[in-house]
């Protein structure tokens, strides 16, 4: 008896250990909350975990052992061959006989051997410059896939910091759209306080019913571009849909000093995309010697050793061993036209990729041009509606007070409560574009202002 309460006992210790180790992760879990995520921190998972950019990534190991392929090259390969021979045909040799009018002598020799293990092995001396041009194009294939992978996080970059404005500016229209509920809402009851003393008019009461009823969906619209903003974040941070985030940031005005003039020598020097477009030239440059080195001779030195017996035993007199060393040269004399065809395809290609890189300057140029246009745009725009807002709100304030006096109607009030809702989405939006203006001209450049050590 005394045992099975022993038992019991510990069961129930166990029972109560289990519980509580639950709590306690759950009260953890608890603690930890929402993910907070800034727009440094946005950008580290972004680099961290995105799938694009983590596949793009891959391409330099794969451009890395295409460079370890092509320096194998030059080395020489040893290779091991073992053969059983199952079943074979004897040669049957006729002897003529010594003894007149006898028929001829035949005798079946077995000149093979069942067993047989051979090694060997090869080593180029002279291809003609093959080996030499493969092994650079690797090497420039391998620079252009690093650049090709900057651009890639350029871009990244460029689509977090849209990402992570867009979810502020949602933010904002949420806040601009809750506070225009919530003018509306007091509005209606000062109206509706002003008519049960009979100092407003029953038209007055519904029309501020229907424009508070009015508002109401735009605050739902508001607050569910929200949530698809936190959505496509989520998405390009590589975050599981389910977790709770807490985006702490704002839309402020930055100023910058840039100097117009070193933006187009600037973006010259650290796009990627142009970088990789000359490295791709080099590549076909190399590509070019490759279809010339297909006329020239070729010299290697090869070799075999090879043991050889009838039974599969290892005794010390049972194998034969023989070896051989050869100096091949191969001299091509007509291969049908292929070097002449390769070297004009890849002149061909040649000439795309120029004329691909002057139009590609152009496009810099021009995207350049407009990401500046923009940003000065942008900062015109942005401190008209700072101005905008102040005049707004100033203008509601008085409306009220007109009204309140019977020197002003409904329309009045209506009209500076729309008005100042106007004045800050319109002031919301002139920052997002202006730090969108900043960070499309950090695309343009192929750095950010901070990598360029702009920013005043």
């Known amino acids: 008896m005394k045992k099975h309460i022993k038992v019991s006992l510990a069961l ?15 009260q953890s879990e608890g603690k930890k909350g929402k993910m907070v995520l800034t727009l440094e921190e946005s950008l580290r ?34 290779n091991m061959q073992g053969t059983h021979t199952l079943d074979e045909k004897l040669f049957v040799l006729e002897f003529p006989s010594f003894v007149p009018g006898q028929p001829a002598q035949r005798v079946s020799i077995d000149f093979t051997r069942d067993y047989q293990v051979g090694f060997s092995f090869s080593l180029p001396l002279f291809t003609g410059g093959k080996l030499v041009a493969g ?18 996080r350029i871009d990244t970059i460029y689509n977090v910091k849209r990402a992570f404005y867009s979810y502020l500016l949602a933010q904002q229209f949420v806040e601009v759209s809750q506070e225009a509920v919530n003018l509306a809402q007091k509005y209606l009851d000062n109206v509706r306080r002003l008519y049960e003393v009979g100092l407003a008019s029953r038209f007055d009461l519904l029309r501020s019913e229907v424009q508070l009823a009015n508002l109401k969906p735009q605050l739902l619209r508001a607050q569910n571009q929200l949530e698809l903003a936190a959505v496509h974040l989520k998405q390009l941070l590589g975050i599981d849909l389910d977790t709770e985030i807490e985006v702490k940031g704002e839309l402020a005005y930055i100023p910058v000093e840039i100097n117009p003039e070193k933006l187009l020598a600037q973006a010259l020097i650290f796009r990627p995309d ?11 440059g190399e590509l070019l010697r490759l279809a010339r080195a297909t006329d020239r001779p070729t010299i290697a030195i090869g070799g075999s050793y090879n043991f050889w017996a009838n039974y599969l035993n290892f005794k010390r007199n049972n194998w034969q061993s023989y070896y051989s060393f050869n100096l091949v040269i191969s001299l091509p004399i007509f291969n049908g036209f ?29 995207e350049i041009k407009q990401a500046w246009l923009n940003l000065l745009q942008a900062k015109e725009t942005l401190l008209s509606q700072e101005k905008n807002v102040e005049q707004a709100q100033e203008s509601l304030r008085l409306a009220e007070l007109n009204y309140n006096e019977g020197l002003a109607t409904f ?46």
């Open 411 to 456: 329309l009045d009030v209506s009209s500076a409560q729309v008005a100042l809702t106007q004045a800050r989405t319109n002031y919301s939006q002139a920052l997002f574009d202006y730090v969108m203006a900043l960070a499309q001209l950090e695309k343009a450049m192929g750095r950010t202002l901070d990598e360029l050590a702009v920013k005043s």
């Open 12 to 26: 129930f210790g166990l029972i109560f250990y289990f519980l509580g180790s639950q709590i306690a992760l759950a």
């Open 45 to 78: 998972l972004a680099l961290e975990k995105n799938p694009f950019y983590l596949a793009n990534k891959e391409k330099i190991a794969e451009a890395i052992a295409s460079v370890r392929e092509a320096a194998s090259r030059f080395m020489p390969s040893l």
């Open 338 to 366: 292929s070097g002449s065809a390769q070297a004009a395809k890849a002149n061909a290609m040649l000439r795309s990729l120029e004329l691909t890189e002057r139009g590609l300057i152009e496009l810099i140029k021009a």
């Open 274 to 284: 142009l970088a990789q477009l000359r490295y791709q030239q080099q590549m076909v």
């Open 135 to 152: 092994f650079k194009q690797a090497e420039y294939n391998l620079r252009a896939t690093e650049q090709s992978v900057e651009q890639s």
